[in-house]
């Protein structure tokens, strides 16, 4: 897919979308790649989180580490032989060659809020890795291999509960040890079967486990702990930390110490840098062609949104936006056309960021986003014809803001624009035809 295909449009974390920014290194981030991959191979098992606030591209990063390790490994199909030869050659340079060739790495993508609410995550995990294994086919071909599956199956699902109400009185705990001991010994026996001739080791990715229901949550990193600790297999929690902290809270209490239970999960932590906005914002709006596109670029660079909140406002481009810059430019004064290409965005872009911040700017109350976004150098073409000898930009722009939104006169005019106090109706009406996106 041509990298015009993904400009201007939302970015899912498809296949097609992960390979693109990974030969691009369109988020800036292919050493954080290299760096995860090179972490799966320093435990030989646990697991690792890797923590960013929402919205900063976890998702995106895990599965391009998933696809480098993809690459590296002969027995994984989901890149053609092209594909494969391109992503290995973007690390070459950085000594993965030797690294990764002779460990070929079996990867697995669980996303853990698509699987809130089955009974039991220890079999949906399964499930993801016999799925990835290609190993369904085994259930019908191998009669030990669907034997082993039915044990996992019965042990979690298929529990007699009489054990547990005679447990609590002590007559049952032994059993209730050895049952437990007999669900690992199964998952354990599970895994040797699916990874020999396809890796030497899994890696199993586990996503958005922050948005889960707390007791999901909860029992899917204590099935990990106590069913999943497994030689040569690792686990990598991508995760918003600090909201996960605050699952856990929910479940057992607000004075409960999450930060020291989940210090029992994770052997190694790592926080993910933001996004290279400057570098994502040349790769998506590099060739901006309109007013509305540049000020959308400017209003990304100068209040750092996440690549998420990037992303949602894109949506928006192509329709009401092209109407906006369309009518501007064909039906109306200069004056209005500035106002529906260069404000409109800044207006909402303000929206989306912090409520209390577009409040004070549509009172009059702050100029300051018009001042910072209005003069960015890659704006100063559409303002240097409204300068004169008297007035510069900046002083020109806040007489825009003041009659707009503040305390200004009913017009102000000059050079061929015209700003009028009614246009701050036809801003806030035009904004809010822009959709926020889910």
Same mark, same amino acid.
């Given at each position: 897919?041509?990298?015009?295909?993904?400009?201007?449009?939302?970015?899912?974390?498809?296949?097609?979308?992960?390979?693109?920014?990974?030969?691009?290194?369109?988020?800036?981030? *292919?050493?954080?790649?290299?760096?995860?991959?090179?972490?799966?191979?320093?435990?030989?098992?646990?697991?690792?989180?890797?923590?960013?606030?929402?919205?900063?591209?976890?998702?995106?990063?895990?599965?391009?580490?998933?696809?480098?390790?993809?690459?590296?490994?002969?027995?994984?199909?989901?890149?053609?032989?092209?594909?494969?030869?391109?992503?290995?050659?973007?690390?070459?340079?950085?000594?993965?060659? *030797?690294?990764?060739?002779?460990?070929?790495?079996?990867?697995?993508?669980?996303?853990?809020?698509?699987?809130?609410?089955?009974?039991?995550?220890?079999?949906?995990?399964?499930?993801?890795?016999?799925?990835?294994?290609?190993?369904?086919?085994?259930?019908?071909?191998?009669?030990?291999?669907?034997?082993?599956?039915?044990?996992?199956?019965?042990?979690?699902?298929?529990?007699?509960?009489?054990?547990?109400?005679?447990?609590?009185?002590?007559?049952?705990?032994?059993?209730?040890?050895?049952?437990?001991?007999?669900?690992?010994?199964?998952?354990?026996?599970?895994?040797?079967?699916?990874?020999?001739?396809?890796?030497?080791?899994?890696?199993?990715?586990?996503?958005?486990?922050?948005?889960?229901?707390?007791?999901?949550?909860?029992?899917?990193?204590?099935?990990?702990?106590?069913?999943?600790?497994?030689? *040569?297999?690792?686990?990598?929690?991508?995760?918003?930390?600090?909201?996960? #902290?605050?699952?856990?809270?929910?479940?057992?209490?607000? #004075?409960?110490?999450?930060?020291?239970?989940?210090?029992?999960?994770?052997?190694?932590?790592?926080?993910?840098?933001?996004?290279?906005?400057?570098?994502?914002?040349?790769?998506?709006?590099?060739?901006?062609?309109?007013?509305?596109?540049?000020?959308?670029?400017?209003?990304?660079?100068?209040?750092?949104?996440?690549?998420?909140?990037?992303?949602?406002?894109? #949506?928006?481009?192509?329709?009401?936006?092209?109407?906006?810059?369309?009518?501007?430019?064909?039906?109306?004064?200069?004056?209005?056309?500035?106002?529906?290409?260069?404000?409109?965005?800044?207006?909402?872009?303000?929206?989306?960021?912090?409520?209390?911040?577009?409040?004070?700017?549509?009172?009059?109350? *702050?100029?300051?986003?018009?001042?910072?976004?209005?003069?960015?150098?890659?704006?100063?073409?559409?303002?240097?014809?409204?300068?004169?000898?008297?007035?510069?930009?900046?002083?020109?722009?806040?007489?825009?803001?003041?009659?707009?939104?503040?305390?200004?006169?009913?017009?102000?005019?000059?050079?061929?624009?015209?700003?009028?106090?009614?246009?701050?109706?036809?801003?806030?009406?035009?904004?809010? #035809?822009?959709?926020?996106?889910?």
């Amino acid at each position: 897919m041509d990298d015009e295909v993904l400009r201007g449009r939302e970015l899912p974390p498809t296949k097609e979308n992960i390979y693109q920014t990974l030969v691009s290194n369109a988020l800036g981030r *292919n050493e954080h790649v290299l760096q995860l991959a090179r972490r799966c191979y320093s435990i030989d098992r646990g697991a690792i989180s890797l923590d960013a606030p929402w919205g900063e591209g976890k998702t995106f990063l895990v599965k391009q580490a998933q696809m480098f390790l993809d690459a590296y490994n002969p027995s994984n199909n989901e890149l053609t032989e092209e594909e494969r030869r391109i992503v290995k050659r973007l690390f070459i340079w950085q000594g993965a060659e *030797n690294a990764f060739l002779n460990f070929p790495v079996l990867t697995v993508y669980y996303d853990a809020w698509l699987h809130d609410g089955d009974v039991d995550p220890a079999l949906s995990l399964v499930y993801e890795v016999a799925s990835a294994t290609h190993s369904e086919n085994l259930l019908e071909d191998d009669p030990d291999f669907k034997g082993i599956i039915e044990k996992i199956a019965g042990a979690f699902v298929k529990k007699d509960l009489s054990k547990f109400a005679t447990s609590s009185h002590g007559s049952s705990a032994l059993d209730e040890l050895k049952q437990a001991r007999k669900r690992e010994d199964t998952i354990k026996e599970f895994f040797h079967w699916v990874l020999p001739e396809r890796g030497e080791r899994m890696v199993v990715f586990v996503d958005e486990l922050d948005r889960c229901s707390p007791s999901f949550a909860i029992q899917l990193l204590e099935r990990v702990k106590h069913f999943f600790d497994i030689e *040569n297999v690792v686990f990598v929690f991508s995760v918003n930390v600090k909201e996960l #902290q605050h699952t856990i809270k929910r479940f057992y209490g607000e #004075q409960f110490d999450a930060t020291k239970y989940l210090s029992r999960f994770f052997s190694i932590s790592v926080s993910l840098p933001k996004v290279d906005r400057e570098r994502f914002l040349e790769w998506e709006f590099g060739n901006a062609k309109t007013w509305f596109e540049v000020s959308w670029y400017c209003f990304c660079k100068h209040y750092e949104l996440s690549m998420r909140d990037m992303l949602r406002m894109q #949506q928006n481009m192509e329709s009401i936006g092209q109407a906006l810059i369309q009518k501007g430019e064909e039906d109306y004064d200069k004056g209005v056309s500035f106002v529906k290409t260069v404000l409109v965005p800044i207006v909402f872009g303000l929206k989306l960021y912090s409520l209390d911040l577009y409040n004070q700017f549509v009172s009059g109350e *702050n100029w300051e986003p018009m001042r910072r976004i209005v003069l960015d150098r890659r704006l100063k073409s559409i303002i240097s014809p409204m300068e004169t000898a008297t007035k510069s930009a900046v002083r020109f722009v806040e007489e825009i803001y003041s009659v707009i939104f503040g305390e200004g006169g009913e017009k102000l005019e000059c050079n061929g624009y015209v700003f009028a106090k009614e246009m701050r109706k036809d801003v806030l009406q035009w904004a809010s #035809q822009l959709s926020f996106p889910n």
